[in-house]
């Protein structure tokens, strides 16, 4: 069964500083992996997906991650961190095959300070 | 504007009235699902839908119904709802059945 794993379950960065939130994916295969960000008393939005391809992906608001096969892990970084970024983060994976469901790691929660 | 809406955001019911949350999506996609998030426990799916009269269960399907009769809508029924049901719920559509796009989840309180 695959299982996401989001070791850090809160981070507190200062405005500017640099962010890399982990995330450790167990599954069979190369699945397909994703990041999303949810602010208090939202939905969900999806920050960047991984497929295939070239191992550095980007998104959206300045975020970027990176896949790392040899260590099942898809890290996401942003150089500078602004204060709007304050928000719960998921990292998702989906099976490639079989029912479409995304499995949540629990998520990270960001603070940032001024 | 793409998007995913659900209605209502924010319902507190009584345990054992039957309710519905809709679900509805503009970006004709085929899959859609139903996850709940609880604190501790993350997102689970609930149910998902394939297409038109196309459902399935995913991870914690017990207390709840849904029905695809239409390619834009995904309703959540709860025939008899409890306590252990009042939860974050929110509807998603997807193009492929991988990235999934949310709607701005509906807060159920059952007691």
């Known amino acids: 069964a695959q299982s996401v794993t989001q070791p850090d379950i809160h981070i507190t960065v200062s405005e500017g500083a640099s962010l890399e939130l982990r995330c450790n994916y167990s599954y069979g295969a190369t699945p397909y992996l994703f990041w999303y960000v949810q602010s208090p008393g939202q939905g969900l939005q999806l920050l960047l997906k991984?497929?295939?391809?070239?191992?550095l992906v980007q998104g959206i608001k300045g975020f970027e991650a990176e896949f790392k096969r040899s260590q099942s892990s898809f890290n996401l970084r942003k150089p500078s961190v602004h204060w709007s970024d304050a928000a719960e983060y998921f990292c998702a994976v989906a099976g490639v095959t079989g029912r479409r469901a995304l499995t949540f790691g629990s998520g990270t929660r960001l603070q940032v300070q001024p | 504007e793409a998007q995913v809406t659900q209605n209502p955001r924010y319902l507190i019911t009584v345990t054992g009235k039957k309710l519905t949350v809709t679900c509805s999506q503009n970006?004709?996609?085929?899959?859609m699902s139903w996850y709940r998030q609880d604190p501790g426990l993350g997102l689970r799916q609930i149910y998902y839908?394939?297409?038109?009269?196309?459902?399935d269960k995913g991870d914690v399907p017990e207390g709840y119904k849904v029905s695809r009769k239409e390619k834009r809508n995904f309703p959540l029924i709860l025939e008899s709802p409890s306590p252990n049901q009042t939860s974050l719920y929110f509807c998603?559509?997807?193009?492929?059945?991988?990235?999934?796009?949310f709607g701005p989840g509906t807060r159920l309180t059952v007691t």
């Open positions: 839908s394939m297409n038109v009269e196309v459902t």
């Open positions: 970006m004709n996609h085929e899959y």
């Open positions: 998603a559509s997807s193009p492929t059945g991988n990235e999934q796009y």
């Open positions: 991984y497929f295939s391809g070239d191992t």
